[in-house]
T-cell receptor, first 110, second 111 residues
Framework: DVKVTQSSRYLVKRTGEKVFLECVQDMDHENMFWYRQDPGLGLRLIYFSYDVKMKEKGDIPEGYSVSREKKERFSLILESASTNQTSMYLC?????????FGPGTRLTVT | GENVEQHPSTLSVQEGDSAVIKCTYSDSASNYFPWYKQELGKRPQLIIDIRSNVGEKKDQRIAVTLNKTAKHFSLHITETQPEDSAVYFCAASKENNDMRFGAGTRLTVKP
């Protein structure tokens, strides 16, 4: 059974802080993804990675960066958090097509 | 890039009725079309998927149809039950697993 975990379920940060969201999967999946979920906008792809040290921009990469130093871990970084980054962040991993999601991190930036 | 549009955004049906959610996509290279269900406070989970070499797939009360020429696909739920109430997302993906999601449909099944 695939397990995708995220470091926090709820997070409150101040504007301008550097924020790290971590995602870990235990199934040796090659592909990992970061999405943000906002009401009425669905799941929007921020960044994805096909392999260690490899990253690709999604549709809304501005204000975010990522790091994949190990196959099982994919980190999303908000260099300087802003209030418009308040959202639910979902990580996912996949081997072929099906994506397995983590429980999500609800980030509030005040 | 791929653009997926999903309709309706909300859908309310009586228990036992059918529900249909429709999606269109823009990139003809997309070849994998999953549907995810997200219950309140939970993570999205795959409920059914279809590949471009198949026109229809059924799994008990849920079915998905795909029209590659028109670039649209639909989710059909028959004999709806209150536990079908959730947000449903369609998605389209190419070989490289570069997946794009629709905006979601909130389905409410009234007992």
């Amino acid at each position: 059974d695939v397990k995708v975990t995220q470091s926090s379920r709820y997070l409150v940060k101040r504007t301008g802080e550097k924020v790290f969201l971590e995602c870990v999967q235990d199934m040796d999946h090659e592909n990992m993804f970061w999405y943000r979920q906002d009401p009425g906008l669905g799941l929007r792809l921020i960044y994805f990675s096909y392999d260690v040290k490899m990253k690709e921009k999604g549709d809304i990469p501005e204000g975010y960066s990522v790091s994949r130093e190990k196959k099982e871990r994919f980190s999303l970084i908000l260099e300087s958090a802003s209030t418009n980054q308040t959202s639910m962040y979902l990580c996912a991993s996949s081997f072929l097509y099906e994506q397995y999601f983590g429980p999500g991190t609800r980030l509030t930036v005040t | 890039g791929e653009n997926v549009e999903q309709h309706p955004s909300t859908l309310s049906v009586q228990e036992g009725d059918s529900a249909v959610i429709k999606c269109t996509y823009s990139d003809s290279a997309s070849n994998y079309f999953p549907w995810y269900k997200q219950e309140l406070g939970k993570r999205p989970q795959l409920i059914i998927d279809i590949r471009s070499n198949v026109g229809e797939k059924k799994d008990q009360r849920i079915a998905v149809t795909l029209n590659k020429t028109a670039k649209h696909f639909s989710l059909h739920i028959t004999e709806t039950q209150p536990e079908d109430s959730a947000v449903y997302f369609c998605a389209a993906s190419k070989e490289n697993n570069d997946m794009r999601f629709g905006a979601g449909t909130r389905l409410t099944v009234k007992p």
